[in-house]
C-alpha cells in the first residue's frame, strides 16, 4: 500500500480518503511538504476507506455514525491546516508582515510580537544554551552568504565579516511569564486568508490572536541590526507539537503528522487482520530512517507509538566544487560545513521540538560525544549512523530499534 500526495496551495487543501483508511490533508507550506493523517475508530474497506463510507454503502445502518466521524477528523484537519496558515504568518523571515520580519526592521529596538512566537524564541534560546555551542539561532547571518541551489561558496572575507554578529545572545525577549495560550480562545483574524469551508466554530479551533491588551505582550529585540534570526531550526518541531495538541483537543487520539520529515505519531496502528503478520490495535507505528548512503532505502525502523522522529543529515542538502564537497550543517565558531565523523543523527523524544533542537547538536558534537550529550537528556533517545555506516544508540532505545542493511553496489 504505497499513499501518494499532493502538494499544493494550503489555502485550499481540503482533506480526503488515504489508502489505509484515514482522512488525508497535504501541500505545501515553511517551504516544505506537509501531509497529515487522522484516523478514526472505523474499520478499513477493500477500498481503503471505512466499509460504511462507500457512496454505494448510504442504506447500511452505521452510514450516519461514519459521517459523523468523518466530519469530526476534517474538521481536526482544516483546523491544522488553518494553524499552519497561523505560523507562517507569524513566524516567516521573507513575509514582510511576520513577527520576525518586523523584528528586523525595527532592530535594535522592540516590536510586540504573539504569545506563540515569544513562546518559540523562548525555548529555542533554551536550545542554544545547551548546546555546547553547536547551535545557534543567529546562523541565518552566515547561512545566507550560502547557497546550496548553485553551489555559491561565501569567501573569507564575507565570513569574517558575519561571524562576530552570530550570538543568540543578540537576540532579547521581553515577557510576562506564561504558558502558550491555550487553542481556540480567540478568533480568527478579520484578515485571515482562510475563507471558511467548515463551519465557525471548526475553523476558529487552533487559532490564537495576540492579546489585544499592549501591557501583556511579549516583546523581541534583535540588538545587533546586522544579526539575522531564523527560527527554521525549531520551527517545525514547535508546529508539530502544537497540532499534536490541537488534534487531542479535537478528540482524535490517533494521527500522523510529518512537515518535511519532522514525524509525530499519536494512538498506535489500526486493527488490520489482513497484514501479515497481523497487525493489533495500538501496535507501534514503524517509523524508518533513512541510509545516508542510499537515500532510497532505510537503515534502520523505530518502533513507537507515540512520540516523534526527527533525522538531521549531511546527505539531506550538499554540492561539491573544487573537489571539495561542501554540506548545510555549519558551525557557529567557523561558518563552515561542520567536521564531524557522523553522516546523519535522528532523536526520538515525547516532543518533536525537543528532536529538532538536540539533532543538529548531536550531529555536529560526532558518534561518541553525541550519545554521551543525549544519554544526558532524560527521555531523549538517539539513533546515529557514522561515515563508515556503522549505527550507533542510546541505550533506551534498543528494544525499539531494528537495523537495515544497506545494499551492496555494484
Known amino acids: 500500500m504505497v499513499q501518494t500526495y499532493t502538494y499544493g496551495d494550503a489555502k485550499t487543501a481540503m482533506p480526503a480518503w488515504a489508502q489505509d483508511g484515514s482522512r488525508c490533508i497535504s501541500f505545501f507550506l515553511f517551504n516544505t511538504q506537509v501531509h497529515m493523517h487522522a484516523y478514526g475508530d472505523a474499520a478499513a474497506g477493500p477500498t481503503g476507506r471505512p466499509a460504511a463510507a462507500d457512496p454505494n454503502a448510504a442504506s447500511c445502518p452505521n452510514a450516519a455514525a461514519v459521517s459523523e466521524a468523518t466530519a469530526r477528523l476534517d474538521a481536526a484537519l482544516v483546523a491544522a491546516r488553518d494553524r499552519c496558515l497561523f505560523f507562517e504568518r507569524a513566524f516567516s523571515r521573507t513575509r514582510d508582515d511576520s513577527d520576525i520580519a518586523r523584528a528586523h526592521a525595527a532592530s535594535p529596538n522592540a516590536v510586540p510580537v504573539s504569545p506563540q512566537t ?3 524564541v523562548r525555548q529555542a534560546l533554551g536550545y542554544c544554551e545547551r548546546s555546547r555551542g553547536k547551535f545557534d539561532i543567529t546562523m541565518g547571518t552566515v547561512t545566507s552568504l550560502w547557497n546550496f541551489h548553485t553551489g555559491e561558496v561565501p569567501s573569507r572575507l564575507a565570513l569574517a565579516r558575519a561571524l562576530p554578529h552570530v550570538d543568540y545572545r543578540h537576540i532579547v525577549l521581553d515577557e510576562e511569564p506564561c504558558e502558550k495560550e491555550p487553542l481556540g480562545e480567540e ?35 534583535i540588538t545587533d541590526p546586522q544579526t539575522i534570526l531564523d527560527l527554521g531550526g525549531v520551527a517545525k518541531g514547535y508546529i508539530a507539537d502544537d497540532l499534536a495538541d490541537l488534534f487531542i483537543a479535537h478528540g482524535v487520539g490517533r494521527f500522523v503528522i510529518n512537515l518535511g520529515g519532522n514525524v509525530v505519531v499519536r494512538g498506535g496502528r489500526l486493527a488490520d487482520a489482513s497484514a501479515r503478520p497481523p497487525v493489533a490495535a495500538g501496535s507501534p507505528w514503524r517509523i524508518g530512517i533513512i541510509n545516508p548512503l542510499d537515500p532510497a532505502h532505510n537503515r534502520a525502523i523505530v518502533d513507537m507509538a507515540d512520540g516523534s522522529v526527527v533525522t538531521s543529515g549531511i546527505h539531506e542538502r550538499r554540492f561539491t566544487r573544487g573537489g571539495v564537497t561542501y554540506h548545510h550543517i555549519l558551525d557557529p565558531a567557523t561558518g563552515m560545513p561542520a567536521k564531524t565523523d557522523l553522516t546523519s543523527a535522528t532523536i526520538i523524544a515525547p516532543r518533536s521540538m525537543d528532536c529538532d533542537g538536540y539533532s543538529t547538536t548531536a550531529l555536529m558534537l560526532g558518534a561518541r560525544d553525541a550519545i554521551d550529550f543525549v544519554e544526558s537528556l532524560p527521555g531523549i533517545e538517539a539513533v546515529l549512523i557514522d561515515e563508515a555506516d556503522e549505527v550507533w544508540w542510546t541505550s533506551g532505545i534498543e528494544e525499539r530499534l531494528s537495523l537495515v542493511p544497506t545494499l551492496p553496489r555494484f
Open 118 to 120: 515569544a513562546h518559540l
Open 187 to 221: 478568533p480568527l483574524d478579520k484578515d485571515s486568508p482562510i475563507q471558511g469551508s467548515l463551519d465557525d466554530a471548526a475553523l476558529n479551533v487552533g487559532v490564537s490572536r495576540v492579546p489585544s491588551s499592549k501591557s501583556s505582550q511579549p516583546t523581541l529585540a
